[in-house]
């Protein structure tokens, strides 16, 4: 065999009697952690997202090379695509009614604190066996920690709907109020019953430019990793059912999905984190 081969015995006795290094050790081990938990959330995870994870939960420090190395040698390839951005946006017109817009017509979605700035919308979601019933999820997100605060679902999309959001992040947050409060320009953030509600509560509405969905962005951001990550994968035949997967998907996003652009730290983790800091 060593003569087919054209290699000496003594260099393939070294290779049978070798022992892997100590990093080779450890890529068997994360290569182990990666494998199962791409497996159990349908391979859903790029390289940053692993990279959390990895220096999260494991023992282990690794860099994104090593883990796109890691998924290149053993083929593992994120279902979900990132899509590509046109880097050359273009400079839109400032509008006052968008409180989260600079002078520059850049985006201030990154508050310094809880509880400063909430954004707002709402989505469809399909369930039965040929898709045939539909429900309107509507959401409230805090960008500090980009933790969901509070959620209602309702068959339309309605001012009542929207409001009883807000009122029930009130209650989540035990009374604590944002400074803003961003939605798009959608007929149910336009009513007077919504509307007035901010109002007696003291918080200023915000509102995206029309036609302009990157203004509400970090919502847009929520609806897709709800489909991509966890609907894409689901089946719910009823309302009772898909009312059960959106409160595990919230669940799941709020303590669970660790985010590389909070540290690594899942929402309700850097929320806490925060809170002892300033304690």
């Excluded at 290149?72 to 989260?100: M, P, Q, T």
């Excluded at 915000?206 to 991509?228: A, F, I």
């Amino acid at each position: 065999m060593c003569q087919f081969l054209k290699v000496s015995r003594a260099a393939y006795y070294k290779w049978l009697h070798r022992r892997p290094n100590q990093r080779e050790i450890e890529n068997e081990a994360i290569y182990s952690y990666v494998k199962e938990l791409e497996e159990n959330h349908h391979y859903i995870f790029g390289v940053k997202r692993l990279v959390a994870y990895v220096n999260k939960e494991t023992p282990y420090h690794v860099s994104a090379g090593r883990i796109r190395r890691m998924m290149k040698r053993h083929n593992i390839k994120a279902s979900i695509l990132v899509a590509k951005h046109d880097r050359k946006a273009e400079h839109k017109e400032y509008i006052l009614g968008n409180k989260l817009l600079t002078t520059d017509a850049k985006h201030d979605f990154h508050p310094n604190q809880p509880n400063q700035t909430w954004v707002t919308d709402c989505s469809e979601l399909r369930y039965g066996i040929k898709n045939g019933g539909k429900i309107r999820v509507s959401a409230i997100k805090d960008l500090y920690d980009h933790s969901v605060i509070a959620w209602k679902i309702e068959p339309t999309e309605t001012a009542t709907l929207v409001t009883n959001t807000f009122n029930a992040a009130l209650v989540a947050t035990n009374g604590e109020k944002p400074i803003y409060l961003h939605s798009d320009q959608g007929s149910s953030y336009t009513a007077g019953l919504y509307n007035t509600t901010l109002a007696g509560a003291g918080v200023i509405h915000s509102m995206s430019r029309p036609g302009t969905p990157g203004d509400n962005s970090p919502m847009e951001s929520l609806w897709s990793h709800m489909k991509t990550e966890y609907f894409d994968f689901k089946q719910p035949l009823s309302l009772e059912e898909i009312t059960v997967m959106i409160a595990d998907f919230m669940d799941w996003y709020n303590n669970s999905r660790r985010q590389p652009t909070l540290n690594g730290m899942t929402p309700v983790e850097y929320r806490n984190h925060a809170v002892k800091n300033t304690a």
